[in-house]
């Protein structure tokens, strides 16, 4: 599946984004596989943010985006989104989508997804 995110931007700490992955080109349909949203700082390895899984009967943050951030899917328009509220500072980052077809073994650990989009940069100044 190929993945390409967008909306990313430059937003001031308090302020909200939403970040969309669009998918298509696959073997399987979108709603088999389960979607996750990754970030990364400059020096820093990809941190794991939040994930949905394929029928969306489990879904989880980490816990500094826990109440603020809102990953949600649209099955009919092959996309993800990722809805960011009262960012910080500490939230600029790349933020990635990923995909693993059906269950990934760890739903948290990035080496578990097959499927990477090119990321959006997100910047959140103070």
């Known amino acids: 599946v190929q993945l390409v995110e967008s909306g990313g931007g430059l937003v001031q700490a308090g302020g909200s984004l939403r970040l969309s992955c669009a998918a298509s080109?696959?073997?399987?349909?979108?709603?088999?596989?389960?979607m996750a949203w990754f970030r990364q700082s400059p020096g820093t390895e990809r941190q794991f943010v939040a994930v949905?899984?394929?029928?969306?009967?489990?879904?989880n943050y980490v816990d500094s985006v826990k109440g603020r951030f809102t990953i949600a899917r649209d099955n009919a328009k092959n996309m993800l989104y990722l809805q960011m509220n009262h960012l910080k500072p500490e939230g600029t980052a790349v933020y990635y989508c990923?995909?693993?077809?059906?269950?990934?073994?760890?739903?948290?650990?990035?080496?578990?997804?097959?499927?990477w989009g090119q990321g959006a940069q997100v910047t959140v100044t103070s």
């Open positions: 080109a696959s073997t399987y349909s979108f709603d088999s596989y389960t």
């Open positions: 990923a995909a693993h077809y059906l269950y990934p073994g760890s739903m948290a650990a990035r080496e578990t997804y097959n499927y």
């Open positions: 949905l899984t394929w029928n969306e009967d489990y879904t």
